[in-house]
C-alpha cells in the first residue's frame, strides 16, 4: 500500500493499494472483466453461452453430446490455481532502502519481493521469489529508457514502480488441449489466450479516520479498513471526472480505459482545497523478455467505482513462460523540474513526503514496513 500527502496538509492522504494479481480470459474482451476470471467454472459458463449455445442448434446430437461432455470437463477440471493472488496475505522481503546517484540523476531505491504464500503455498509456490515491486523515488528529473523499446519522462518527486512477474503458470494452459477440442467440434472460439491484470484500489483518506479504522482493523481482522474509510468521492479518469460515491462493482461491468496514443494512461486524484494534486499513472506497453530480447506488449486497463474508492485493473496479455516488466509511477503534480537547486531541494524536503507502507497490512499489530522520504 502505496501512501502520499502534502505536508502541510497531512489530514488529505492519496492511496494506492496493491491488492493483488488476477488472472482472466480474453475470449470475449482484452481488458478486465470480473465475470471473467480465470477460473474452471467462470471459464465454461463463458463458452458455453458466447460459444456454445450460438452454434448448438447447427451440431448433430453426437456432436452436442461430445460438446456438452467438454465443456463439463473444463467445468470440473482440478490441478488448477485460484485466479486471484492476494499481495496482503503472501510474505515479501525488504531490499534497501538505499540513495542512489547517477551524474546529474538522483534517487531513493528499495524492491520488495514476494518471497511466500503460506496460506496458499501449494497453489501459489511458482509466485515465490518471482513477484518483484522495484521502487526508485527520484529527487531529479530524468528520462527513463526501457531497453531501448520506449522512454518516458519522470518528474521530482514523483515514485517510479517497476512490476515484474516471472514464470507465471497459466490455468488456461492446463484447460487449453480441451479447449482446443471444442474448436475440433465446431465451436468458434477465438485462439486468445488469458491476461494476468494488477489489481489497484485507489482511495482517499482523512487521518484521523485511519488511525480508527487501524483500531477496529486489530479487532476485526478487516484487510478493507482503508477503502471502507475512503473520502474520495471523484476521480479523473484520463481527464474526465468519474464519481466514485457509490460502489457499482456488484452490479456495472469495469470500463475500459481509452489511452489515445499518450504517454501514460492516468488517474488524477480531487484535488479540492489541497496544494498539490496526486496522480497514479502506467504506461500503456510493457517488456516481455527472456533475458536475451526485449519486445513491447499492449497493456489494457479497466475500471469501476466501488464505494468512495476506485478499482483499477491494470491488463497483461499471456506473456507465456517469460518475464514481464511493467512501469507504474505514482506522485504529486506541481513539482516543477526548472526551479532553482535550493528551492527544489525545499519542495521535496519540506512540501512533498511521500511514505511507502508495504510488506503487511497493520491488522492485529502485525509489523509494517515504512519508507518515508521527506
Not at 463439463?72 to 485460484?82: D, M, Q, V
Not at 509456490?125 to 523499446?149: H, K, L, M, S, W
Not at 482493523?217 to 474520495?232: G, I, N, Q, V
Request: charged residues 25%; hydrophobic residues 40%; aromatic residues 12%.
Amino acid at each position: 500500500m502505496f501512501l502520499w500527502w502534502y505536508t502541510n496538509d497531512p489530514n488529505n492522504i492519496n492511496v494506492a493499494k496493491f491488492k493483488g494479481l488476477v488472472e482472466y480470459s480474453t475470449f470475449e474482451k482484452p481488458y478486465f472483466l470480473w465475470r471473467c476470471q480465470a477460473e474452471n467454472w467462470r471459464i465454461r459458463e463463458r463458452l458455453h453461452t458466447r460459444f456454445y449455445v450460438p452454434k448448438q442448434h447447427m451440431l448433430g446430437g453426437m456432436m452436442k453430446s461430445r460438446a456438452m461432455e467438454k465443456l463439463w470437463k473444463i467445468g470440473n477440471f482440478t490441478g488448477l490455481h485460484a485466479s486471484y493472488l492476494p499481495f496482503s496475505s503472501s510474505k515479501w522481503r525488504l531490499d534497501g532502502p538505499e540513495n542512489v546517484t547517477r551524474g546529474d540523476v538522483k534517487y531513493l531505491s528499495f524492491n520488495f519481493t514476494l518471497v511466500d504464500v503460506p496460506g496458499r503455498r501449494e497453489q501459489f509456490q511458482f509466485a515465490e521469489d518471482n513477484i518483484i515491486i522495484r521502487c526508485r523515488f527520484y529527487y531529479t528529473p530524468t528520462t527513463e529508457d526501457v531497453y531501448g523499446e520506449y522512454a518516458y519522462t519522470v518528474d521530482t518527486g514523483e515514485l517510479k514502480i517497476d512490476l515484474i512477474i516471472k514464470h507465471w503458470e497459466w490455468n488456461i494452459d492446463k484447460l487449453e488441449p480441451t479447449i482446443q477440442e471444442l474448436r475440433d467440434i465446431g465451436l468458434d472460439i477465438p485462439k486468445s489466450k488469458a491476461s494476468l491484470a494488477l489489481w489497484v484500489n485507489l482511495a482517499s483518506i482523512n487521518m484521523t479516520k485511519l488511525e480508527v479504522a487501524e483500531e477496529d482493523a486489530e479487532s476485526t481482522a478487516d484487510l478493507d479498513f482503508t477503502e471502507r474509510t475512503s473520502t474520495a468521492q471523484n476521480m479523473y479518469v484520463e481527464g474526465d471526472k468519474v464519481s466514485v460515491v457509490q460502489d457499482r462493482a456488484e452490479i456495472d461491468e469495469e470500463i475500459p480505459l481509452r489511452n489515445q496514443l499518450k504517454e501514460h494512461f492516468k488517474v488524477r486524484f480531487e484535488k479540492g482545497n489541497t496544494t498539490f494534486e496526486g496522480f497514479f499513472k502506467f504506461v500503456p506497453q510493457a517488456i516481455v523478455t527472456d533475458g536475451i530480447t526485449y519486445n513491447t506488449t499492449d497493456v489494457t486497463a479497466s475500471y469501476i467505482s466501488a464505494g468512495a474508492h476506485m478499482r483499477l485493473f491494470i491488463g497483461y496479455p499471456y506473456f507465456g513462460n517469460y518475464t514481464l516488466e511493467h512501469d507504474p509511477s505514482l506522485g504529486a503534480e506541481g513539482v516543477s523540474p526548472w526551479l532553482p537547486t535550493n528551492l527544489l531541494l525545499i519542495l521535496v524536503g519540506v512540501t512533498v513526503l511521500i511514505a511507502v507502507a508495504v510488506a503487511a497490512v497493520k491488522v492485529r499489530k502485525k509489523t509494517v514496513n515504512i519508507i518515508s522520504v521527506q
